[in-house]
């Protein structure tokens, strides 16, 4: 079988129709690794993958991350993150109940950000028979290249500083506080405004409102104002896909090309539950 991919439609996002339990030679690798260059976002239905093969999967990919936050690493396999809104007997979230609410590209706060992340989900929350808890994803190479012939000098050379603890939380937020430990894990990084993709060469935007806390040599007013104002362009409706969920997708997206956020639209009963992957990427440029 050879994967058929099927464009979203939108500017960025695709599926393909594979087996991803099934053998994956180098040759259909090759084209599914394409896809994902050529489509910034990708996703296979009705999957139904082990975890062993989940990360056996995500290594054709790269070196696989662990998260910083141990406490939500899925027991005995510590390459997959638990995302959920569940609780255990004890009351305890047995995942991140918080993730990704606000736009974000993952691990951006490493000297070595993340080259991709794979979300498999296992449990969707529905109501009245509709998919919540959809993903949005916006493409930043687009973004990039809508830009004024006069920004794109500007930022020649501008590097942001990304900075995990001021990522913004939603409200009673059930996360942990980030130990010392965690903090000095993470310190300051700086990473260029302008990303170059170190597969395809393109150039992209690389910048959050709220983690990034300011631009490398301009005044710090004039840095914040800088990184909300291509932010707020980067999200633009114009630029984005969204994903609805179904039990089984293998979702998976480039986190140098895009951003993304989820929607909370949902509460227990209503139960999400994913399992997710990071692999390693290289130092931005």
Same mark, same amino acid.
């Given at each position: ?7 979203s ?12 339990? +099934? ?26 993958? +082990? ?7 995500s ?6 991350e ?30 991140l ?18 080259r991709?992340?794979? @979300? ?18 916006t ?49 300051? #990084? ?16 690389? #910048? ?6 300011? #631009?490398e ?14 932010h ?7 630029f984005?896909?969204?994903h ?5 997708? @293998? ?27 990071? #692999? ?6």
């Amino acid at each position: 079988m050879k994967p058929s991919v099927t464009k979203s439609g939108d500017a960025c996002g695709a599926e393909i129709k594979f087996d991803l339990s +099934s053998e994956l030679d180098e040759c259909t690798f090759a084209e599914i690794e394409q896809a994902f260059h050529d489509n910034i976002v990708i996703y296979f239905r009705d999957q139904r993958l +082990s975890n062993e093969r989940h990360i056996e999967l995500s290594r054709r990919f790269g070196e696989l991350e662990i998260h910083v936050i141990k406490k939500y690493l899925l027991p005995n396999h510590p390459e997959i993150l638990v995302i959920s809104n569940i609780k255990d007997e004890n009351g305890e979230n047995i995942g991140l109940a918080d993730a990704g609410l606000t736009w974000h590209t993952d691990v951006s706060y490493l000297k070595k950000p993340s080259r991709c992340s794979l @979300l498999y989900a296992k449990d969707v929350p529905y109501r009245d028979g509709k998919p919540l808890g959809d993903t949005l994803f916006t493409n930043t190479i687009a973004a990039y290249e809508a830009l004024p012939e006069i920004m794109k000098r500007r930022l020649v050379g501008l590097r942001a500083i990304h900075r995990y603890s001021e990522r913004k939380r939603v409200a009673n937020s059930p996360r942990p506080k980030l130990t010392k430990t965690q903090l000095d894990q993470t310190p300051d #990084v700086a990473h260029p405004i302008v990303r170059t993709h170190a597969w395809t060469g393109r150039k992209s935007l690389y #910048v959050t409102a709220g983690e990034c806390i300011g #631009v490398e040599n301009l005044p710090h007013d004039e840095g914040l104002a800088l990184i909300e104002e291509l932010h707020a362009h980067c999200v633009k409706p114009e630029f984005q896909y969204r994903h609805k969920w179904q039990v089984g997708d @293998l979702l998976m997206w480039d986190n140098a090309t895009s951003m993304h956020i989820a929607t909370r639209d949902y509460e227990l009963p209503e139960r999400r539950l994913m399992y997710r992957t990071t #692999v390693a990427g290289g130092v931005p440029f």
